[in-house]
């Protein structure tokens, strides 16, 4: 199983806004609404962000959301705060019963 | 709140065995399946496999299958990962996940991971 397409790096500036883009296939993005965003910042396990497309947890803040089109996923995180540089990871489950990441995008907040 | 601990790991020589444990609180374990998930140093996230809540369904990673078993206590509320001839590039943090419903495609709460450094 091929990881899911992820942009390696993206940037913006506070109150920004960046997107972050996630590509797989028709066995896995393109045919489940199964796919969620995590958040990584350094030496730290990861953190749920989104889950099921465009659900948030409780917690997360509404600056963080999500979208998919066809085989494509999207984080979008609007008004940056310098809290939110981190690398992002997304996921997807399979039609092999399997789930699937994306490589990681580093997102750095200038 | 959901707590996960990961026990188990450390320094294997190649071909060797080590079998992790993760042990979980905060929730009723036995309803929800569960995930292990590594991370090679510098890398990203590798899905590994997932248990169903009672353990009758296990899926893997097409680079762990065949030596790599799952495994669960719902009575000890821990679940295991049973790693059989382990090879250099196995070296990575090992998180457990607790999928976030009754299914098994979204890892949703995670520990804080256990290293395994597999070298001679």
């Known amino acids: 199983q091929s990881a899911l397409t992820q942009p390696p790096s993206v940037s913006g500036s506070p109150g920004q806004s960046v997107t972050i883009s996630c590509t797989g296939t028709s066995g896995d993005i393109g045919n489940y609404n199964r796919v969620s965003w995590y958040q990584q910042p350094p030496g730290t396990a990861p953190k749920v962000m989104i889950y099921?497309?465009?659900n948030r947890p409780s917690g997360v803040p509404d600056r963080f959301s999500g979208s998919k089109s066809g085989n494509t996923a999207s984080l979008t995180i609007s008004g940056l705060q310098a809290e939110d540089e981190a690398i992002y990871y997304c996921?997807?489950?399979?039609?092999?019963?399997?789930?699937?990441f994306g490589g990681g995008t580093k997102l750095t907040v200038l | 709140q959901v707590q996960l601990v990961e026990s188990g790991g450390g320094v294997v020589q190649p071909g060797r065995s080590l079998r992790l444990s993760c042990a979980a609180s905060g929730f009723t374990f036995s309803t929800y399946a569960m995930h292990w998930v590594r991370q090679a140093p510098g890398k990203g996230l590798e899905w590994v496999a997932v248990i169903s809540y009672d353990g009758t369904n296990r899926y893997y990673a097409d680079s762990v299958r065949g030596r790599f078993t799952i495994s669960r206590d719902n009575s000890k509320r821990t679940v295991y990962l049973q790693m059989n001839s382990l090879r250099p590039e196995d070296t990575a943090v090992y998180y457990c996940a607790k999928n976030r419903d009754s299914g098994w495609s979204k890892p949703f709460d995670w520990g804080q991971g256990t290293l395994v450094t597999v070298s001679s």
């Open positions: 996921s997807s489950y399979t039609t092999r019963t399997t789930v699937v």
């Open positions: 099921e497309v465009s």
